[in-house]
């Protein structure tokens, strides 16, 4: 089961940096993340998302790769990949993997201008270790589906008070 966790930050820049650390814990292995988005309130107040996938250029890579191969069948190669990127990256922008983007923007709605959200979507993690590498990154808990104290762990691990979890069963 996942646990979705969502964290407001001053900064853009300081959202990304707590992103990239969890990334290279999941290459340690200590965190698995489904989705990992970064959302931006600008001062006008648009949501912008930040995904770790686009999808449409996904999409638009395999589509011009399918698209130069059956071209090729019918001896227009050129024509038949671009159709294909097209058709990928419509195919590409229509489709959305991990959060929901509607929600996460609705969401990061409560945040003030010129600051950003995290959202996390956690698949398995290491508590004890995880805690102890977010340790005084700050940040602001808004939501999350861990149990209290978890939820408490978190917050204290942000905020750089010593965080004490207990093992899970």
Known sequence: MSDLVVIAFPTEAKAEEVRQKLLAMQKEYLIELGDAVIAVKDAEGNIKLNQLISTTAVGAVSGTFWGALIGL???????????GAASGAIGGALTDIGLDDKWMKETAAAIQPGTAALFLLVRKVT???????LKGEGGTVMKTSLDHTKEAAL???????????????
């Open 73 to 83: 069948i019918f001896l227009m190669p050129l024509a038949g990949a671009a159709l």
């Open 127 to 133: 508590p004890d270790k995880v805690l102890e590498a």
């Open 155 to 169: 917050r204290e691990a942000l905020a750089g008070v010593q965080a004490a979890v207990k093992p899970s069963a």
